[in-house]
Every structure is written in C-alpha cells, then in structure tokens.
C-alpha cells in the first residue's frame, strides 16, 4: 500500500494547483481505506416536489443588467466526443450550416452583451486534449475579447492513475501520457480556484455563476432563473428534470433521511440490490441536468472550510493504463461528479425545469436531429424546437454504421418538423426534398447503399 508522498510529488513536479492535489488525495484516502461510497435505497427519500420553472412569478424574458453584469457564464469544455468519431474538441462539430456549438455560444454571449449593456463575464473550462484547438477557432472572436486564454480559459487539472495492485502512482514509461487521467467534472470546484479565477471573478463583483456542458444546447441564461436564484440567497441551484425511461440510469436527486440534507446519487453509488428502486423512475421522478447555479462567495466559504477542496463522493473507475490494451496495467481511475456538490451546501436546492433545458448530443442520432428544420435558431442565439413541436423533439433511430459523425455527414438531412420517430437500418442515403411525417422506418438489408427517393413519407415502413 502507498502514501500520498509519491502522488504529491509527482502531482507538484506536474505544477498541478494546491487545490486539485488536495481534492485528489481526499478521493485517494477514501480508496485506501476502501469507503465504497455508495447510497443505500434504506438511506433516503424520493424528492417528490421541487419548484417548477414555469411557476416563478417573475415570468420575465428580460434581463436585469446589474444581475447579469454580476453573472459569469462558464461551459465545460474538456470532451473530445471520441464516441462520435471525433479528434478535436466536441464543441467544434458543426451544428447548424458552418456553426459549431463554441459558435453558437458566443452568439448567445455576444447577444446578452449587446442587447444588454451589461458584460456578461464567459469561461471554458479546457482541458489539455482541448485547449490548443479550441483557442485557435476562437482566434476569430478577438474583437469581442473572447479570443485569449487569460480572458476565457479555466485549464482542467490532470490526475495521476492509480496501479490497482500496489495503490502507486501507475508507471508507462514508453508512453508517460498514460500515467495521467482527468478527474471528472467535479474537477470545476478545485479549477476555478486553483487557476486564480474565482479570486478574480469576485474581485471584479462577480457572484452568480452558471455552469453548464458546451454540448447542451438547451442550457442557457435564463433571466427567471437567475432573479430566482440571486433573490433566495441559495447557494446553490440545480437544474432537475423529470425522468422518463431514456433516463433510468442517469442520476437522480434524493433526500439523506439522517439530515435532510439532497443529494445526488449516480448508478455508481447504487447497491446491486437497490438497482430496481434507483431505475424506478415514479419513485425517483427528478435527474440532474448537469446545468447547476453558484454563489461564488459561498463557494469560496466552502472552499476555506474545508481545506481547499469539496469532499465530493469519489467514483471509482477499473481501467487499464493503456485504454487500447486490456492487457496492459489495471489501474483506477478516480472521479468526482460535478452536481455532486449540491450536498456541500447545507441550504443548496433544486428546481424543476422543462426537457427543452436539457438537449445534449451524445449520439449522431441527437446531431441529426439537432440539423434538421425540426429546430430553429432564436434571434437570441438559442436553438430550439419549432413552437409546432410543443416541446417533443423527433426520436432517431439510426443503426450502428451510423456512430460515426463522418458516415452521419452522407446521410443527408429529410425534414423533420413533422416526424414523430425515425428508424434507419442499413446503408442509405436521402436526397433532396424528403420529407418525413409520423412514424416511419426505413430498412436496408442488403450491404450496397440504396437511395431514398424524394416525397413525403407518412406513419410507413419503408424497405429498399
């Protein structure tokens, strides 16, 4: 069994922050003296009511520039979307025509500056696989001061893995890179104080900060939300959603009975025996949308509370040290969860708000529905569903050659507005001027790829 000495040492020969070792050697000694970490069903109650975004009393589609001048909006941006086939940042997928999602931020941003007045503070939190690239698309923005890395980047911090036998800081010496892993988006709360940021984001009057993924579209300033959370004097605000089927093994809120205290309890954290009664999703109605609110003067309370970092519940990952070598090195792998911290904060709470909040694409299936005319861009930069929609967007279906963004770029784009799902297996391809009504399933057996001729196409199964 090891010390943290040697993870120390290498961590500080890395020129890693104070606050991201002590965050990883919390999470290192709950390992070592092998705390599981998980939430019993017997522990905790269900959240059966949460405030309702659309029942504010404010009900504003406008600002107050003195809150969204004390307001910094940051976006996690340290994925490579390498399940889609990517090598560059997962932010610089074009979305809609040539606009990638870092575009469509900075339109968002740019709007709220010059509809405003105020200026609306905006970070990424990069991570070193992201950084270099993401800068360079921004290169274009430096009219708008969004181009330079002190004005807009948060670097997320690198950990050591962990030999799975020894407990040592795991050894590659051919490939020193594998040594390294990145801690989970609960890194955000070491990060921003470790870089200096929320030192400064205070000093300059910013308290309010809204966190949320690059790739959720649906995540964006709210004024009701942000009146909501500056007037309650909460530390900290989550954005909940009601879960349907599609989100059964996403993590949902609860309550622990021992205190009262919600919290956040991931699949990881779940019992085998409890896993039926985590998946019912009437029994726990509400999941995390990962877009979370916070007080950064109570944050920065926290943070001198406890030492410099969160105890954020440590979820252990069984890797290899080579993940392309299942016979290389076993070695751990720890994370923290973002949304996680809710529970750090005695007075934190939780609000309920519609599925348009929550639209991430984590498949081609959601990128092709994302490209259609099923959605629209606001003048305030958002894409959104088209108000014929009533909120339900169109489920895809696309079979397994599919996975890839460079095969999904072929497939040409049918009009949606009006489709209900679609289900593609099989080589295909559309050409212009298909349109797709109802439900409508379009099956290609053999392996030689087969046009879909234009028309419209209603509640049909269709094989070609």
Known sequence: ?????????????????????????????????????MISEDSISPVNDLTNLSSLSSNSTTFDPGLLAKTVVIKLNGGLGTSMGLQKAKSLLPVRGDKTFLDIIVDQITYLRETTGAQ???????????????????????????????????????????????????????????????????DLYATIAGSGWLDKLLDAGVNYAFVSNSDNLGAVLDPNILSYFANSNKPFLMEATRRTEADKKGGHLAIRKSDGQLLLREVAQCPNEDLEKFQNINTHQFFNTNSLWIRLDALKEALQKHDGSLALPMIKNCKTIDPRDKQSTPVFQLETAMGAAIECFPDASAICVPRSRF??????????????????????????????????????????????????????????????????????????????????????????????????????EVEL
């Open 359 to 460: 639209a991430p694409v984590k498949t081609t299936s959601d990128l092709f529905a994302l490209r259609s005319d099923a959605y629209e861009t606001t003048k305030d930069g958002r894409i959104a569903l088209i108000a014929t929609r009533d909120g339900e967007p169109p489920v895809i279906s696309l079979s397994e050659e599919y996975r890839m963004v460079d095969i999904l770029e072929g497939l040409g784009t049918p009009s949606l507005k009006d489709a209900v799902k679609i289900t593609i297996s099989g080589p295909v391809r559309f050409t212009e001027n298909v349109t797709i009504k109802g439900t409508v399933t379009f099956i290609n057996k053999s392996a030689e790829t087969r046009w879909i001729a234009s028309g419209v196409y209603e509640d049909e």
């Open 120 to 186: 609306v503070k905006f970070l990424l939190m990069n991570s070193f696989s992201t950084s270099e690239d993401t800068l360079e698309h921004l290169e274009q923005y430096e009219d708008i001061n969004l181009a330079k890395a002190e004005d807009v980047e948060m670097m997320q911090n690198q950990i050591p893995k962990i030999d799975a036998k020894t407990l040592a800081p795991a050894i590659d010496k051919e490939h020193p890179s594998n040594e390294w892993c990145p801690p989970g988006h609960g």
């Open 1 to 37: 069994m090891s010390d943290f000495t040697l993870f120390r040492e290498k961590m500080e020969q890395a020129k890693v922050s104070e606050a991201a070792v002590k965050s990883f050697e919390r999470n290192y000694l709950s390992l070592v003296n092998q705390e599981t970490g």
